[in-house]
C-alpha cells in the first residue's frame, strides 16, 4: 500500500462491515462537516438511510397486529393445554379449582397495568430486561437485576415454547396413535425449526402472519365457548361434597391452580418485549396488554366452563384420573371435548385446529422472545454476538432468533413437565414480583419522569398483584417447607437466582460494572501514567516532531472519546424520556468504562492495518521496520486524536 499524504482524510472502517466498531455497540460513529468532495456523497447517504428508516417504520407492527401477537401468545398455551391440570390441582380435586384459576387472571390484569406504564415510559425492546435495568439503577443494582433475568430467561423462555411444540405433538398423536416420548419430540423440533423459518423474514411479513393466525384463533376460542354452553351438562359444575371442609388444602389447591393459570395468562406483555419493532409504541403496547388482558381473562374463564360442563371430570373416565393415571387423554382435552359434541372424525378436524392455534402461540413468544437478547447486547448488557441485525430484512435479529430457537429445539427433547412448572415459579420471582416492586422503586426515584400512560388506582393493583405473585412462589411445592421430594419448586428458583448472581458478579469483575468500580479506576489510572510515562519518552527521544497540517476539516467520521491527553466527554444514556441525570452523581464506571472498552478495539490507520491495545505497539512496529516518517508520523497521530467514545 502506498504512502499516506498529508492532509488526506483518515476514515475509519465502516461501521456494520465486521470491524470493532460493529461488534462494540457502545461505540458509534459520529457525522463531522466532510469534504466539498464528499457532500453529494453523504447527502445520498442520508437520504437512502431515511428512506430505509421510513420503511422500517411504516412496516412495524400497529395496534392491531400487536394485539394479535398477544392474544395468540395467551390463547395457544392456555386453556387447550392446561384445563385437566388445573381441575387436578386441588385436594379434593374438582370444578372449584376455577377459583384459583380466577385469581390468577385478576392478577396479571393488575400486572398489566405495571407493563403498561413501564412501556409507555421505556417503549424499547427487551421488556423485563429494560425495566428492572433502569427501575434499580442502570449501573448499580438494576444491571444485576437484568443479569438475573436474562440468565432465567435463557431457559425459562424457550422452555416456554417448547411446551407448545410438545403439545403439538400430543393433539396430532390423537389422530396417528403414537403416544411415545420420540414422536412428541421429533414433532416439536420440527415445528420449531418451521418457526425460525418463518420468523426469519421482514416484519413486515411477520405481521401480517401474525393477523391470519389471530384470526384463526379467534375463530378457534368462539366455536369452543360457542359449542360448549349448547351441549353442557350442569352436572358437570358441581364441587365435591368435602371440597370446602379442610381450609388449608383448599387454600394450598387454590394457589396452586393459580399458578398454573399464570402460564395460560403470561403473554399480554409481549408487545412489550419487541416494542422497537411496534409503531407508535408510546400509545400502542399499553393499550395492547391491558386490553388483551382483561378481553382473555374473561374469555378463558368462559373456555373453561364450556370444556368443563362438556367433558366430565370425575370418575374412572374422568380428567382428573386421566392426570393421576398420566394417560394419553389428559394430553389432548379439546379431542375429548370435540368428540363429545361431534364424534370422532370432528375431533379430528379440532386437533387440526388446536394445532394452528399452538403454532401462533409459540411464533408470537418466540418473535418477541427474539428481540430480549438482542436488545440487551445493543446496550451493551450481554454478548455483543446477539445485537446482529439481518442486513437486507427489516427488523430480523437473526442471530438472537437463531439462539432462542436452538435452545427451544433442545427443550423439545427434555422432560418438560417439572421444568414448565419451576420455569412459573422462577419467572414469578424473577419477573413478575421484582418489576412491580420496581415501579414502586422508580415512581420515589424519578417523579418527575412523563408518564403517558399511569397505574389506575395507585397503588392498590401494584400491592395486589406483588403480593398475589409472592403467595404463588411461596405456596409452590417446596421439599424443606412442605416435605415434596418429586418436585422442590421453590429449591430449584431459589438455586437459579444464585446462579444467576454468582454469574453476575463473575461478568461484573471481569469488566469492572458495579460493584467492582474501585478496581476498574485503579486500573484505569494506571494505564493513563503508563501511556502519559511512554509518551514523555517518546517525545524526547524524537522531538521536535515534524509539523503536520490541519485536517480536522477533511474528516468526515470520527470516533467520541479519548483524546491524546486522556479526556473524554462522556454523552449519557437517559433512564427514561424526560429524565435529566445529575452529572454530579455518575459513577466511575460510566465515566471510565468506555474509554477501557474502546482501547481494546483496534484502531484504524491510513497504513491500512490496525492497531491493539496500546500506542506503543504501534510505534515500535513502524520503527522496527524503518518506516517512521513525518507522513507516517501524522497517521499514527490522528487516530489518537480523533476522539471516541460516547457511552449508551
Known amino acids: 500500500m502506498g504512502e499516506p499524504v498529508v492532509g488526506t482524510p483518515i476514515l475509519p472502517p465502516a461501521k456494520g462491515k465486521g470491524t470493532a466498531f460493529a461488534d462494540n455497540p457502545d461505540v458509534e460513529l459520529m457525522a463531522m462537516p466532510a469534504a466539498a468532495g464528499d457532500e453529494d456523497a453523504a447527502s445520498l447517504d442520508t437520504a437512502a438511510r431515511e428512506a430505509r428508516d421510513a420503511e422500517h417504520e411504516e412496516h412495524k407492527l400497529n395496534l392491531m397486529q400487536a394485539c394479535a401477537a398477544n392474544l395468540m401468545n395467551m390463547f395457544g398455551t392456555g386453556p387447550f393445554i392446561t384445563i385437566p391440570f388445573v381441575i387436578a390441582e386441588t385436594k379434593p380435586a374438582g370444578p372449584h379449582a376455577m377459583l384459583g384459576y380466577l385469581l390468577a387472571g385478576t392478577i396479571c390484569v393488575c400486572d398489566s397495568f405495571t407493563w403498561a406504564e413501564l412501556g409507555s415510559m421505556m417503549p424499547y425492546s427487551g421488556g423485563s430486561y429494560v425495566y428492572l435495568r433502569e427501575c434499580f439503577g442502570s449501573e448499580g443494582l438494576g444491571r444485576m437485576m437484568s443479569f438475573l433475568f436474562l440468565f432465567q430467561f435463557l431457559f425459562s423462555g424457550p422452555l416456554e415454547v417448547s411446551s407448545g411444540y410438545v403439545a403439538m405433538a400430543q393433539y396430532l398423536s390423537y389422530i396417528d396413535g403414537q403416544n411415545t416420548f420420540l414422536h412428541h419430540a421429533g414433532l416439536g423440533t420440527i415445528f420449531s ?8 423474514n421482514d416484519i413486515k411479513d411477520v405481521g401480517t402472519f401474525l393477523e391470519v393466525l389471530g384470526l384463526v384463533t379467534c375463530l378457534a376460542i368462539a366455536f ?6 349448547v351441549a353442557m351438562d350442569t352436572e358437570n359444575y358441581k364441587a365435591p361434597d368435602d371440597a370446602y371442609d379442610h381450609p388449608w388444602l383448599l387454600f394450598y389447591g387454590l394457589w ?3 399458578r398454573i393459570g399464570v402460564y395460560d395468562f403470561t403473554g399480554y406483555y409481549d408487545a412489550n418485549q419487541m ?14 396488554g391491558v386490553t388483551t388482558a382483561c378481553v ?9 366452563l364450556a370444556v368443563i360442563g362438556v367433558v366430565p371430570w370425575d370418575g374412572p373416565d374422568g380428567v382428573v384420573q386421566a392426570v393421576e393415571d398420566e394417560t394419553a387423554q389428559s394430553q389432548y382435552i379439546m379431542a375429548s371435548f370435540a368428540e363429545e359434541i361431534g364424534g370422532k372424525i370432528f375431533a379430528y378436524f379440532v386437533c387440526l385446529l ?7 402461540a409459540c411464533f408470537a413468544q418466540l418473535l418477541g422472545f427474539s428481540q430480549i437478547p438482542y436488545s440487551a447486547a445493543k446496550s451493551g448488557y450481554f454478548y455483543a454476538w446477539f445485537a446482529h441485525e439481518h442486513p437486507t430484512k427489516l427488523g430480523v435479529a437473526d442471530h438472537s ?3 432462542v430457537g436452538l435452545v427451544t429445539t433442545i427443550g423439545c427433547w427434555l422432560p418438560i413437565e417439572i421444568l414448565i412448572s419451576a420455569m412459573v415459579t422462577s419467572l414469578v420471582l424473577c419477573q413478575f414480583f421484582l418489576q412491580s416492586i420496581g415501579v414502586f422503586v422508580y415512581r420515589l426515584q424519578h417523579p418527575e419522569v412523563e408518564r403517558p400512560f399511569q397505574v389506575p388506582l395507585y397503588p392498590l393493583p401494584l400491592v395486589y398483584s406483588s403480593l398475589g405473585f409472592f403467595m404463588i412462589w411461596i405456596t409452590s411445592p417446596s421439599y424443606l417447607l412442605y416435605g415434596n421430594t418429586e418436585e422442590p419448586l421453590i429449591e430449584f428458583s431459589l438455586l437459579v437466582v444464585v446462579l444467576g448472581i454468582g454469574g453476575y458478579f463473575i461478568w461484573a469483575h471481569g469488566r469492572g460494572y458495579w460493584p467492582f468500580e474501585a478496581r476498574l479506576v485503579d486500573e484505569c489510572e494506571e494505564e493513563e501514567e503508563e501511556e502519559r510515562v511512554w509518551e514523555d519518552e517518546h517525545d524526547a527521544k524524537y522531538s521536535p516532531r515534524p509539523a503536520v497540517a490541519d485536517t480536522g476539516a477533511n474528516m468526515n467520521v470520527m470516533r467520541a472519546g479519548e483524546s491524546r491527553a486522556g479526556s473524554r466527554e462522556v454523552t449519557p444514556r437517559p433512564l427514561a424520556p424526560g429524565l435529566v441525570e445529575d452529572e454530579t452523581k455518575r459513577s466511575p464506571r460510566m465515566w471510565l468504562g468506555g474509554w477501557r472498552e474502546a482501547k481494546m478495539s483496534p484502531r484504524p490507520t491510513n497504513a491500512g492495518h490496525a492497531v491493539g491495545d496500546s500506542p506503543r505497539s504501534h510505534a515500535s512496529s513502524r520503527r522496527d521496520h524503518g518506516r517512521y516518517s513525518p507522513e507516517v508520523v501524522a497517521a499514527d497521530a490522528m487516530p489518537m486524536q480523533m476522539a471516541g467514545v460516547r457511552v449508551e
Open 193 to 200: 425449526i418451521i418457526s425460525v423459518g418463518f420468523l426469519y
Open 256 to 258: 396452586g391452580a393459580a
Open 401 to 403: 432468533l437463531l439462539a
Open 354 to 360: 388446536v394445532v394452528v392455534v399452538i403454532f401462533g
Open 224 to 229: 369452543t365457548i360457542v359449542a360448549g354452553f
Open 275 to 288: 416494542g422497537d419493532e411496534v409503531q407508535n409504541p408510546r400509545y400502542i403496547i399499553p393499550r395492547a
Open 296 to 304: 382473555v381473562t374473561v374469555i378463558f374463564f368462559l373456555v373453561y
